[in-house]
């Protein structure tokens, strides 16, 4: 069905990959913002340790004797230890001489008056992070600037970012995870609905004109509510024009009947040659008309039964041995015979009144076209399951035909100047359908066309 | 002035084997190729059985095994670090200072307990207590001294007896006397009180434990404090005039270390040698490790184990170690 529909794209997949996109950002974001907070909260860590070392090794500057010393507790650097072990560097200058420490740690252009601040810089290759912090001792000399740099490295710092961007990129990951699986499973819930309207749509009967009747989600509502309404008003068409043909065949076929025998009549008294073929090629013009809206009010007939199909079992041998009776006096005109073989009741469950219809339209259709002196051969069998099968004598369909001969007034190319409407099949058709069965035509390998109907 | 640039040049050579060890040896001599060069402040002997196990596993190794004292030993591997494989040392504030400075080679996943190893470069593979170190029969029937306190108590009461007879390290000349006394000091007020004492009875200065021990067996020392326990130890074992006491209320405990010079010959002949010796220590079989191994001090929990840490470099601070030593001086050189 969806070969001849304008296809673009899919309504799952758009949902599933804005949903899923949407979960992919937001966990890179989430990678990112936490990282880069874990970044922060953990240097604000080195620092204030740095910063308490660094203090605490500058509060103990005094001017002994003249000149400055610093006698730092050993706690200063036993607080620098770390799990990773990381270096630890320092410098102590008064102004610009070094008193002790590492005198190479400090670049000349960072000694600013800036108290408490901190930079990254590199030494022996690691990099690291440096505190420094001045102070003003008082002396009897005047002033003295005491500055004091301790500087650590970064292996610890590193190690527990390390695990902290692990930690958030699975969280991350996860949540990705999580997110995608919710936006697969909410876009094909949406589009389970729509599934669903389709395959009820789809497993319809071809005459099912019946509006949907099934829950729906309000955004599908207003899409079934114009289904509904398409399909009731195809429906209330078809009907009408159903009605149409049946009223109109019913009208035509009286007065049909009244012009026939009419014309019966005037052939009877007419003597003049030229006069009674044409009025021979009237009566079977009319003929041809009554047959056809004979199976125009047949075809209706079986449309509105198939449409409300009452059940009984029905005995297919006898009703084919009854239709085989009825039917012998014309096979006899043709001196046609008619052979029935069966192995037994064939007993369905159908409506009698349409599989007599349909199986006189295939013996009506093999007598017509059987020649003369042929037999046309009914076989019911049983096993596996009822069938019914009808052949003749005849030249057979033609093999391109096979397919399309079913359809309403499709008449076969070579049926020359035989009575018929193109309906006969289709009621076979139609009635084997409505019993839940199906018809098949071939040729016979002997020669001459075999209709099947499988129950 | 030729003349003298000859001079010069011949000297040179003279200048650079001029360094006076107090022991060199050589294992595995008749193997060619570079020697590992390991510059110890540890005995040779000591270290013999477990340099002959580890050339008896690499047969193609040959080990140059220097000796020195911890101060010096620390001078020598700062000037020239490139002639040196491996640092081995007793004083744990220069060793760590060495490696915090970047002279040591990190080595990756060696499996050694977290608390005996510094920055992947530095590892701890003995724990050593220093020991109060008596001539039993010249303390006579005095009670022995199982404190710093008791020993205070004992040089206070007898001065006269142990004038010029109790020993302990001049802290200015060896790296380890250095670093019990710091950590005395920073233990306990009680060091200040023992040092003072011990100076007003003229206590007599030495560089290294082995030749306090050599003057307590002769008799010419009474009682020295801050002795190396392990060397002491064993030196008991054959004269019996030897006591050694752990002083009970804190032993401090030294742990011996170990590293790789970083700008090495030998890089993997020494991390092979390191390993071995871990592995050694780990194993804890008296017949090849002479030393007292880690496990040990974990077994008495009581020992008060100097720990690695950066803080070991805090008095090796220039201004902190002259207010030290000038304190020291003030307390234990008051009469000379």
């Given at each position: 069905m969806t070969d001849d529909v304008n296809v673009s794209g899919s309504l799952r997949n758009r949902l599933a990959m804005i949903l899923t996109g949407g979960a992919a950002v937001l966990a890179v974001i989430l990678f990112v913002v936490v990282r880069a907070l874990a970044t922060q909260v953990a240097q604000q860590g080195q620092d204030n340790i740095l910063n308490a070392s660094m203090s605490s090794i500058l509060d103990t500057a005094i001017i002994r004797d003249g000149r400055v010393t610093l006698d730092f507790p050993y706690s200063s650097l036993s607080m620098l230890g770390t799990s990773a072990d990381d270096r630890v560097f320092y410098a102590i200058y008064e102004s610009d001489n070094l008193l002790s420490g590492y005198g190479d740690l400090r670049t000349p252009n960072t000694t600013s008056h800036d108290q408490n601040q901190f930079t990254n810089s590199t030494y022996n290759g690691d990099t690291i992070r440096i505190a420094t912090g001045t102070r003003i001792l008082i002396g009897s000399d005047g002033p003295r600037t005491v500055s004091v740099s301790i500087a650590q490295t970064q292996d610890a710092l590193s190690d527990t970012l390390n695990i902290i961007s692990r930690n958030v990129a699975l969280i991350g990951l996860g949540f990705f995870v999580l997110s995608s699986a919710l936006a697969l499973w909410a876009a094909s819930a949406t589009s389970g609905q729509l599934h669903r309207l389709t395959r009820s749509v789809t497993r319809r009967g071809p005459q099912d004109l019946s509006p949907v009747t099934k829950e729906v989600p309000s955004e599908m509502g207003p899409l079934v509510g114009s289904l509904n309404t398409f399909m009731s008003r195809l429906n209330h068409t078809l009907t009408q024009s159903e009605d149409f043909i049946a009223e109109a065949a019913h009208r035509i076929r009286t007065p049909l009947a009244t012009v026939r025998s009419h014309a019966e009549a005037t052939l009877q008294r007419v003597e003049h040659s030229e006069n009674r073929a044409a009025l021979q090629s009237m009566v079977r013009a009319i003929d041809e008309s009554s047959r056809a809206a004979g199976q125009l009010l047949d075809h209706a007939m079986v449309t509105f039964r198939a449409e409300n199909l009452e059940t009984e079992d029905v005995d297919l041998v006898e009703l084919l041995r009854e239709l085989v009776q009825r039917m012998t006096p014309v096979a006899d005109m043709k001196d046609i015979t008619i052979t029935l073989k069966s192995d037994g009741p064939a007993i369905l469950s159908g409506d009698a009144i349409l599989l007599q219809n349909a199986l006189r339209n295939l013996i009506d259709n093999a007598l017509k076209y059987a020649p003369a002196e042929t037999a046309v051969v009914i076989n019911v069998s049983t096993t596996p399951e009822i069938s019914v099968s009808v052949m003749d004598g005849g030249s057979g369909f033609a093999t391109d035909e096979i397919k399309t001969l079913s359809g309403r007034f499709i008449r076969g190319k070579?049926?020359?100047n035989k009575v018929g409407s193109g309906l006969g099949l289709t009621i076979a058709k139609e009635v084997t359908a409505a019993h839940g069965g199906t018809m098949s035509l071939q040729n016979r390998s002997e020669g001459g066309a075999c209709v099947t109907l499988h129950f | 002035m030729r003349y003298l640039a000859l001079l010069a040049l011949c000297l040179a050579p003279l200048v650079a084997v001029a360094?006076?060890?107090e022991d060199r040896q050589v294992f595995?001599?008749?193997?060619?190729?570079?020697p590992l060069r390991i510059l110890s402040s540890t005995d040779a002997s000591f270290f013999t059985p477990i340099i002959e196990d580890f050339i008896a596993s690499n047969p193609s190794a040959s080990v140059e095994y220097l000796v020195t004292g911890t101060a010096d030993l620390n001078k020598i591997f700062r000037e020239t670090?490139?002639?040196?494989?491996v640092v081995i040392s007793s004083a744990m504030d220069l060793q760590l200072k060495l490696a915090n400075d970047g002279f040591a080679a990190r080595l990756q996943d060696v499996s050694h307990p977290e608390w005996a190893q510094w920055h992947n470069s530095l590892f701890a593979f003995t724990s050593e207590p220093a020991a109060i170190v008596v001539n039993r029969s010249a303390l006579g029937d005095l009670p022995i001294p199982n404190t710093r306190q008791d020993l205070i108590q004992l040089m206070r009461n007898h001065p006269d007896h142990f004038r010029g007879r109790v020993g302990t390290y001049d802290v200015r000349q060896s790296g380890l006397g250095y670093l019990f006394a710091t950590q005395d000091a920073r233990a306990s007020e009680t060091f200040w009180r023992l040092t003072e004492v011990m100076g007003r009875i003229n206590a007599r200065l030495y560089c290294c434990s082995g030749q306090m021990i050599d003057d307590l067996i002769t008799g010419d020392l009474f009682m020295a404090y801050n002795v190396l326990g392990s060397y002491a130890q064993i030196r008991a074992e054959t004269s019996h005039e030897l006591l050694v006491i752990l002083p009970s209320e804190f032993p401090t405990t030294m742990m011996r270390t170990v590293l790789a010079s970083r700008t090495a010959e030998n890089p993997q002949v020494a991390e092979d040698f390191i390993r071995h010796l871990l592995t050694l220590q780990a194993a804890g079989s008296p017949t090849n490790f002479p030393l007292p191994s880690l496990s040990l001090s974990e077994a008495n929990g009581g020992q008060t184990t100097i720990a690695?840490?950066?803080?070991?470099m805090t008095y090796l601070d220039q201004m902190k170690r002259d207010d030290f030593i000038r304190e020291w001086e003030d307390a234990i050189v008051q009469g000379k």
């Open positions: 070579d049926t020359g | 360094q006076e060890w595995g001599a008749e193997n060619t190729g570079t670090p490139n002639d040196f494989d690695l840490n950066p803080a070991l």
